[in-house]
């Protein structure tokens, strides 16, 4: 008995000091090299790919942004958010989270609604995201047919954070831009086209529209 | 080119370049199971270990050393958390519950990855990288060592020797993960996943104002989670989270990482038992099943069956527009054939047909190709299955690989495959029995039972991705859920080792004219019939009932 009880301590002090020294290998010694390697040779990117606008950083070019008017009551957290119809608008986000546990921080929680497609939230959503951007892209010689909204515009990402749009969201909001921002049709379209990034190698991915990077773009054009 | 035939694409391109690193990384692997030679820093940890790497295990000396690391795993991960609100390098987040730092230290150690926390709000560097991420590691070693112990039961004769788990362990780990993660994380960073120390991260937004990001060591935890068939995110949104997987490439190249370790070890198989041809109609079994469900998959999501995808026109609801529908399905399939758990979709919100694939892929057993040895040791099993069946059915004593399939190896196999159906039935069957699992679910009806049914097969099936609508954040689900990973993880491995014993003690008999062919087209046919069987047999009721009703509604 006490053999068994002297064997199985020793087993265990072998497991212990087995996992300590593979911590030191794989949860020390491995991340930092390649941290090192990943500041050394990808430094922007290794550390979010902030991107610039008029010499301030004013976002990642990887996570998605909301583009709201300012709030009427900034304390007012049931406030509805109503989009600044000025900028090119995401994908909806009804599945981010807010921070609930270390609350001394506000971080933005990434997350999906997790709703399943015969769940009558889910139909409501997409109704009235389906509503709102049919009136808000519909201007004076555009009609926006409610067929022709794509699902992205409509659906909320996995991550609540999609830097993207589909190009056909992106076309669908050509005409109110133009119009809000005093703009020709024709140059917000190149605008578009521009910042159209197609699919990797052209065939991993889907095509996509990077919404900030777009309205840093409009934004300059609009102050020429 | 429409989103479909970019999907085939994709898919064709991702065949490929698995075909093109399979003979290479399946016979490297046998080599590092095989060989006398101890690298320098293998023969210091070793010394710091205090084990003789040359010292062969019986069965139970070997199953002892998997059970006591893995003890020792879940202890010190436990703590950890418990303490994380002292540790410093935390950012100064609180200690984990009790409750959650159980199911959370069950969970990475089983190589589940289930997460009822939300990474970038609970978990600070020191848990991340110095705990979890460590776990990723060895727990696939682990089950990769589990996997080669089985091997060698049939590769040798009169012995009843399996090996040395710690130099099993130790190499799977410097050998074979470790150089791969490095090359797969420098390939994420330099398409854009993180990798600092800074914290979190305040940055200005376009409309004035600023957000706040948990930087860290994403990009080395994301390589290892998936060529380790582990699944935990850094993020909460996991691979869907831009930081984590950036764009389509990355997409793609994270399920290479994922399948590409569990398909090489049916190379290795084929390479220690002396004949690759075996190891053929195995990895020929994982291919059909792994092509079928990604087809389906696709012809589910794109047809988009439900009442607020055909408002929405399209199935766009959890997934990113950079991946789209096409790398969504392929990712979703392969993280479900698979232990890995990882999602770069919410699998809540696929079609109804689309989760019942995802569920069923587990239920299988994940064997196709399944996790880092974990899948080549449940397809063996399934062989041993179906070269009994076969025996039964001709009225011959059935063998497999020179082994007799006697009484004795045919009760393992049978305890074996009757452990994770009953943890999954019973827990789910008493989860629906309590009133307080309705306040868990986001959805109701079907789906909402598909929450629940999904959590326990996620768990006890060592997989870990969630129908997440349900709020599994409780003392009943952090602690039954924990429970079923524990038990779905290291019970089958006891009747793994206890099989492998046996067989390595027999004398192999002559192959004859009567004996069965396992390294022939037939018996790749025999061995999914096989497959499917089982499972579809255990767990139609329940899938009729989720996400079959779903389905079949809209």
Same mark, same amino acid.
């Given at each position: 008995m006490n053999n068994s009880i002297g064997n199985t301590a020793r087993l265990l002090g072998a497991g212990l000091r087995a996992l300590l020294v593979l911590t030191v290998v794989c949860g020390v010694i491995y991340p930092l090299v390649v941290t090192g390697i990943a500041q050394a040779a990808f430094g922007n990117k290794a550390n979010g790919s902030e991107i610039k606008s008029g010499g301030q950083v004013v976002g990642s070019a990887l996570i998605g942004q909301r583009y709201d008017l300012p709030k009427k009551d900034p304390d007012n957290a049931d406030e509805a958010a109503v989009p600044d119809l000025k900028w090119f608008q995401p994908r909806p986000s009804n599945g981010l989270g807010t921070n609930s546990i270390n609350t001394q921080y506000q971080l933005l929680v990434s997350g999906a609604t997790n709703l399943s497609g015969d769940n009558e939230k889910l139909i409501q959503q997409v109704k009235d995201a389906k509503e709102a951007v049919v009136e808000d892209n519909s201007v004076p010689g555009y009609r926006v047919d409610p067929a022709d909204v794509p699902a992205d515009a409509v659906t909320s990402s996995g991550s609540g954070l999609d830097p993207q749009i589909s190009p056909a969201y992106a076309k669908l909001q050509v005409h109110r831009v133009a119009e809000k921002n005093h703009l020709d049709v024709g140059q917000v379209e190149r605008l578009v086209a521009d910042h159209t990034d197609g699919r990797v190698l052209g065939f991993m991915g889907e095509p996509g529209v990077n919404v900030l990077k777009l309205n840093i773009a409009l934004k300059e054009l609009t102050q020429k | 080119m429409s989103p479909v035939v970019a999907g085939v694409l994709q898919f064709a391109a991702l065949a490929v370049a698995l075909g093109l690193a399979y003979r290479p990384l399946g016979d490297y692997m046998a080599r590092v199971y095989s060989s006398d030679k101890h690298l320098r820093v293998e023969k210091w940890i070793y010394k710091a270990v205090g084990a003789n790497p040359t010292t062969e295990m019986r069965w139970p000396a070997y199953l002892r050393g998997v059970l006591a690391f893995s003890l020792v795993s879940v202890l010190f991960l436990y703590l950890m958390q418990r303490l994380q609100g002292s540790l410093p390098g935390s950012l100064g987040f609180v200690s984990i519950p009790a409750d959650q730092a159980f199911n959370t230290a069950a969970s990475f150690v089983a190589n589940t990855n289930w997460q009822s926390y939300s990474g970038e709000q609970a978990m600070g560097h020191v848990v991340q990288t110095g705990g979890l991420a460590v776990q990723n590691f060895v727990s696939a070693a682990v089950g990769i060592a589990v996997a080669v112990a089985l091997v060698r039961g049939f590769a040798r004769s009169r012995t009843g020797e399996l090996g040395n788990f710690w130099a099993d362990l130790v190499r799977g780990t410097v050998r074979i993960l470790l150089p791969v993660s490095v090359l797969g994380a420098i390939v994420l960073v330099a398409c854009g996943a993180i990798q600092n120390f800074s914290g979190i991260h305040e940055v200005g937004q376009f409309m004035g104002g600023s957000q706040q990001w948990n930087g860290g060591a994403v990009a080395s935890q994301e390589a290892i989670k998936e060529l380790g068939t !582990? +699944? *935990? *995110?850094?993020? !909460?949104? !996991?691979?869907?989270?831009p930081f984590e997987n950036p764009n389509g490439f990355t997409n793609l190249f994270e399920v290479f990482l994922i399948l590409v370790i569990p398909f090489a070890l049916t190379r290795t198989f084929g390479r220690m038992v002396g004949s690759v041809k075996q190891g053929y109609a195995i990895l020929a079994t994982m291919v059909t099943i792994w092509v079928g469900f990604t087809a389906l998959m696709m012809w589910t999501e794109f047809h988009h069956g439900g009442p607020a995808f055909d408002l929405a026109g +399209?199935?766009? /609801? *959890?997934? /990113?527009n950079r991946f789209g529908i096409g790398g969504s399905s392929i990712f979703a399939v392969a993280t479900t054939l698979t232990s890995t758990g990882a999602v770069d979709a919410f699998h809540s919100s696929l079609t109804g047909f689309g989760g019942g694939i995802t569920m069923l892929g587990m239920q299988l057993g994940e064997i196709a190709p399944g996790g880092t040895g974990s899948g080549l040791y449940g397809m063996l099993i399934m062989a041993v299955i179906a070269v009994f069946i076969a025996g039964l059915m001709v009225g011959r004593t059935p063998e497999y690989l020179g082994k007799k399939i006697g009484t004795r190896e045919i009760k393992f196999v049978a305890c074996y495959i009757l452990v994770t159906p009953a943890l999954v039935l019973i827990f789910t069957a008493v989860a629906m029995a309590m009133p307080s699992t309705l306040t868990s679910m986001t959805n109701t009806g079907a789906h909402g039972f598909s929450e629940v049914l999904y959590a326990y097969t996620s768990g006890a099936n060592n997989n870990g991705s969630a129908f997440a609508g349900l709020n599994a954040n409780t003392p009943w689900f952090n602690t039954s859920i924990g429970l079923a990973m524990l038990l779905g993880r290291f019970v089958p491995m006891v009747f793994v080792l206890a099989l492998a014993g046996s067989l390595a003690e027999q004398t192999p008999i002559p192959e004859t004219a009567g004996t069965l062919r396992t390294n022939k087209p037939l018996f790749t046919g025999l061995l999914v019939g096989t497959v499917m069987i089982v499972a579809g047999l255990t767990y139609f009721p329940a899938l009729a009932l989720g996400p079959l009703a779903e389905g079949l509604a809209s």
């Open positions: - | !582990n +699944g *935990g *995110g850094y993020f !909460n949104a !996991n691979s869907a989270h +399209g199935a766009m /609801e *959890g997934k /990113e």
